[in-house]
């Protein structure tokens, strides 16, 4: 890739150049995963009113109704379905992460290549090819700027997302290496969204933001729109105006050789990334001593330094029952599960949820890894059992399998109302490469 | 305002109470004057290619026909007419500024307005009102970002113009303060564009946006999306994440009272607006010296270290034209004027402008003022004359009269083709205040 002097240019020759039976097959299958377990998020989410709302005010301003909103019965323009599916897809930050980044990858860059493909006719596999193009060069411009750039302000998987969504486009649609290079620099004015706003539904707009000005971007380089060669990292351009200290090689070094996508994770439990060890500790514990929750006197949940500023928390909202080691650690024990309903309302004021809360005490414990968590559970007949977790389950170390992201596929479609379609649409789904069209597949998610 | 904790709950409060009756009755006339302006912009670019491809693919992503699009003979939604105008209003940059900010403030603020009342039958009044109101809250949160962001590489009317749409069209929606400061927060996490790509056509797409989000934010708040309360201020929100020292006190400081857009300028001549004193002084030095061109033997053109910068270069392209301190003198003695087509390549290639430019010389002179020049031309014979410019024509002491203004309209529907309905459009404009609706004004400028 030493030939071209621009990042995009890179990019843009990567994209154009690229070829599926090029790709490895383990990261083949990892697209099949990752298009899954996003659709799932999408499917659990659906009569969420963030996502009713956005597709009400997007279906006044759509065009002729050719791609499906996921779980809604009704279409839209390919831009606006792109804008609906994206904000379902993240609703609850329960899709994949890329750790390094913190960024969402799948969200962003599946909903605009589905609705083209829906649209125009494109096959399984140059959906999923395009998909996986699409996310590495999203989390590669974000390697370029974190930990700065979200530490800043900037929600990363907006504001990285739509050169995702514009990568992924701009392959599918065939563009040119050149064009490519136009549809990232017009990403590169579009790029937006803010961590002020992640409490809120503001957030939801500047993710689906992120996918329809990808395929935006995309198009209007198909007609003929430029960018200028340094969108990207040029002295008045996106890396230094979004982040403190870019570092600009990140973008392109061992493209197409080493896969930042191949370092995707997949959230088992819908709660923040870094209570997933203090759930398993808790998951493994339960099972050990299996007791009545009065038996429990007290938890004692010790983790770093990020996990304490992030969970030790007072639980009011289903917001901070997500991030609660409290709340966390007594679904673990309580429930043994910590799927979404757990985090609703009804979650949040369960009394008996409530009383082990109560019991539960964070401790720091400098000595533990980011990501890890020891807990120790001590009981009223005065026995005391401690687990210790290293690698969460879902971490790059303790991958989901097919059989655990499937299983979760069927939660997220039973809480959407969909449990009767849920294996035919993962049948559809482990087909996919060898699918000519995508209409089938899409048809089972309406 | 004192009594709102965050600013922009203060502008929520200042658009809801905000009363016609109560402006100033020249700040109501100014803003007929700027849409005045806008839309002769418009008008005059209506053919070019980054319009008509802005058009073209819109069109495959618009629902119902109800919002004209200038100039192009037809319609479509209000998002995506708001997308198109805008982009048409900002083009040459020969739209509005306002000079503490550079920001332009009209192109992203009243194209959403005219496509929601032509929509929905807003009055001329309203019209004028929210596109007043819309543009205040623009530069105000312009002013407590500048100079750094510019500096920092955002494309300030970009960044900007997305509040000022989302303000103007909170008020002419009828929102409540509440609403308002939630459509405030929204567009915060729609802010984006570059100056890196600012010659390019993907600065059309950083504007475009700012229009058509700027109403997004405004009818998502309406069905109920929140964004957070310090979305604009807060640790991690938009004005640390894209200024580096942002002055947040600006946005509300005298609001209300001291209005930023009274201070709003126009342009005189399709230049850099840093050129406008070369072109005036070249132009009283062509009235009093009356000699062919090729009687002049030498042009000196002095001022200060930002005229050099930007000015002192070889003109190669319509946009080096318009910035360049060799064609603008050349353009004010050889042809007396400085419109739209005096920068087309045509003028670029000119022998005689050719040939002219090649006898300027440009020079420092630290000692005058910021946006002054002094030419000294020396003729053939060995008589010297020399002009010296303070104030530009169009400046903010020097203000273009309502006859300037609409001569400029009428040059530029003629450079658009629309010579024969300028009058009838300058009529209902000059009208405005007075008119029930806006269907009358926009079928003008169809």
Known sequence: M??????????????????????????????VRSLLNHLGCALGVARDPAVTTALEVMAGFSGAPVATVIGQGRKLDAMSAAFVNCIAGNLLDYDDTHLRTVIHPAAPVAPPLLALAEQRGHSGT????????????????????SPGHYDRGWH????????????????????????????????????????????????????????RHGLLAALLAEAGYEATPAAIEGPLGWARAMGDMPQVAEITSGLGERWEIART????????IVFHAVIDACLQLRAELDVPPEAIA?????????????????????????????????????????????????????PALVA????????????????AARVTVRLADGR???????????????????????????????????ADRADAALDALWALETAPEIGGLMALLT
């Open 298 to 350: 007290a938890v004692t949940v010790a983790g770093d330094a990020l996990l304490l500023a992030r969970g030790d928390r007072a639980v009011r909202t289903e917001r901070d029952a997500r991030v609660s080691i409290h709340h966390n650690a007594a679904l673990g024990l309580l429930r043994g599960r910590a799927g979404v309903a757990d985090f609703g309302m009804p979650a949040v004021l369960d």
């Open 156 to 211: 990363i998987t907006s504001t990285c997302g739509v050169f995702g969504a514009a990568a992924g486009c701009a392959k599918l649609l065939g563009l040119t290496a050149t064009q490519a290079w136009h549809a990232l620099g017009i990403a590169a004015s579009q790029s937006a969204g803010l961590v002020e706003n992640l409490p809120s539904a503001a957030k939801n707009v500047g993710m689906g933001n992120a996918a």
């Open 384 to 418: 005391e059992r401690v687990a210790t977790v290293l690698q969460a389950r879902g971490s790059e170390a303790r991958p989901m399998s097919d059989a655990e992201l499937a299983a979760k596929f069927r939660d997220n479609a039973a809480l959407g109302g969909f």
């Open 126 to 145: 140059e959906v999923l090819h395009a998909f996986l193009l699409g996310m590495e060069v999203e989390c590669r411009i974000g390697n370029a700027v």
């Open 2 to 31: 030493s030939s071209q002097a621009y990042a995009g240019e890179a990019l843009g020759h990567f994209l154009a150049a690229s070829r599926w039976a090029d790709i490895p097959p383990a990261l083949r299958h990892e697209a």
């Open 356 to 371: 082990l809360r109560a019991r539960v005490t964070a401790a720091l414990d400098a000595s533990l890894p980011r990501g």
């Open 265 to 272: 994770t997949y959230k088992p439990y819908s709660a923040g």
